[in-house]
């Protein structure tokens, strides 16, 4: 039988090759994620001078997705801040955070050590990670991790997503140093640690110890620092030493075994181990020694001066337009509600909550979808805030997503650590 001609054979190579590379991109096709254009009519709600709230239903993977969007521009008449309850310590609901602070809108923020959790520490309103609030670090940095940063220069907001440190150093009286571990948290009790931690520990000599099972670390040897937000007495600890510092940063006395309050305008500083060691011998009643704890990202670059509000997340989903999401990230199925930040190309702010668990109505968001999403509303950096029963979305004082702990269970308003609110100018 005689050959086709090498046309009729290249034609042939090429549409096989064609149907291979089809059936190679058909999964990704299967999969759209979130779609851009709502399905349905859109809510509009201004809410100051450069301030937009949208609310829509968009076509999702698994079926209808319910999408809170407030979008702030850098010259918006109204100021984006951190906000906490009346102290570190407890939380409070978002709406009762935003009527206390008198916000237009607010969401909620960070994650936070939530009570019946396996890594419980018995404080419900300490925040997980990074949170600054009025420029004062309330909360360090974990793992070199993600986080939201907001400030406001000559009346415009400045914004930006990106990995920071926390390093804060202590350097007495003597002239010895010494870091500081952490900030209105228990001593010894780290979550999460990942790398970064371990690494740190494991460099100094320094005994590391890790959960399994709730992921949990603990190091024996911390100096933390307890600030009047805090808001308590600072936790009892037979082994604990205390140096107390009046508003003027001396220390007026070594306390223990710890517990005690936080002098009005003033700090304490709680040490275990070795730290509790450091502070019976270098931070003597009578001496000043100063605590600077700076906000560095990952060139090292300090943005102390420039950061009024940071609010750490989970997953970073964009870097500079891009989704940059580990490969088990991006083929993760599990669709909770999310809240979301983004930074668009002109620097405006985007806060966007997806609602979930309510089947037929909103079924939630994959980080993938999270990612997808962001990026058709213009966000070139976006990160993955605290969800599920937290996600939250108040304007003008009322609730306007449907929260929930569970699939079947009521719509009901969880109790968070901090939020951020949108206040007027």
């Known amino acids: 039988m005689p050959r086709p001609p090498a046309r009729h054979r290249a034609t042939a190579l090429a549409l096989a090759l064609l149907a291979v590379t089809g059936a190679c991109t058909r999964p990704e096709e299967k999969d759209p994620g979130i779609s851009a254009k709502p399905s349905g009519p859109v809510a509009e709600r201004p809410l100051a001078a450069g301030v937009d709230y949208r609310e829509s239903v968009h076509r999702g993977p698994a079926g209808p997705v319910r999408v809170f969007v407030l979008r702030i521009a850098p010259d918006a008449e109204a100021r984006l801040v951190g906000a906490h309850g009346a102290n570190m310590a407890l939380p409070q609901t978002v709406r009762q955070a935003a009527r206390r602070a008198g916000a237009l809108a607010a969401v909620n923020g960070s994650y936070f050590d939530i009570k019946g959790g396996k890594a419980y520490s018995g404080y419900p309103g300490d925040p997980v990670g990074l949170y600054v609030e009025n420029g004062r670090v309330l909360s360090e940095a974990r793992d070199d991790g993600a986080a939201l940063l907001l400030g406001h220069r000559d009346g415009r907001l400045w914004a930006r997503i990106t990995e920071v440190a926390t390093p804060g150093l202590i350097t007495a009286a003597d002239g010895e140093t010494r870091r500081l571990d952490g900030v209105d948290r228990v001593a010894g009790r780290l979550r999460p640690c990942r790398g970064t931690d371990h690494d740190r520990l494991a460099a100094e000599g320094r005994v590391w110890r890790r959960d399994p099972d709730t992921g949990l670390c603990e190091d024996p040897d911390e100096i933390v620092e307890f600030t009047p937000d805090w808001g308590v007495a600072t936790p ?24 005690g309050p936080v002098p009005k305008g003033g700090r304490v500083l709680y040490g275990i181990g070795e730290g509790a060691d450091w502070l019976r011998e270098h931070a003597r009643p009578g001496t000043a020694p100063d605590v600077s ?60 909550t997806v609602d979930g668990r309510d089947p037929g109505a909103s079924e939630g968001a994959t980080l993938a979808e999270s990612a997808g999403l962001l990026a058709s509303l213009g966000a070139v950096d976006g990160l993955n805030l605290d969800g599920g029963g937290s996600t939250t979305m108040v304007v003008g004082g009322e609730l306007r997503n449907r929260p929930r702990e569970a699939v079947g269970d009521p719509v009901g308003e969880r109790k968070v650590a901090t939020v951020l609110a949108l206040l007027p100018r």
């Open 236 to 259: 009892s600890g037979r082994g604990g030493v205390e140096a107390v510092l009046d508003g003027d940063g001396t220390v007026s006395r070594l306390r223990s075994p710890a517990g």
């Open 293 to 352: 704890i700076p906000l560095t990202d990952s060139s090292g670059e300090d943005l102390t001066d420039l950061v009024d509000t940071a609010v750490g997340g989970g997953r970073r989903l964009l870097s500079g337009g891009r989704v940059v999401l580990s490969e088990r990230d991006r083929a993760a199925t599990d669709r909770p509600p999310r809240t979301l930040a983004g930074v668009t190309a002109d620097g405006s702010v985007l806060l966007v």
